[in-house]
């Protein structure tokens, strides 16, 4: 269901990027369109119509609540991946990320 105007390609590599808002710090923030199962940390929360979705970095405990939820019942939560910020897999991010590295907190 993310399509359309949020979809970019990053000046680096090229790579297809949804830009969010960081919960945490309410910047903007690539996140990689491809899903990647059972990895990537981020959910995408479409707060308000029009504006971009906001990327909510879940918790461990989170994370294990969701993997539990599709294993209860798969159809309801399928696939289970969760989105991960383009910083962590874009090639050539050393050169142009400019913040902390995204993804490494949570508790
Ligand atoms: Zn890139």
Do not use: N
């Amino acid at each position: 269901m993310i399509e359309g105007d949020r979809v970019s390609a990053c000046r680096s590599c090229g790579a297809r990027v949804i830009w969010a808002t960081s919960e945490k710090s309410g910047k903007a923030l690539p996140i990689d369109v491809e899903r990647v199962p059972f990895r990537g940390s981020i959910v995408l929360r479409h707060e308000v119509a029009g504006e971009p979705p906001v990327a909510h970095y879940t918790s461990k405990d989170e994370r294990a609540a969701l993997k539990a939820a599709h294993e209860r019942s798969p159809e309801e939560h399928r696939p289970f991946a969760l989105f991960q910020s383009h910083f962590a897999s874009c090639p050539s991010a050393a050169r142009w990320r400019t913040g902390p590295p995204a993804g490494t907190t949570g508790r």
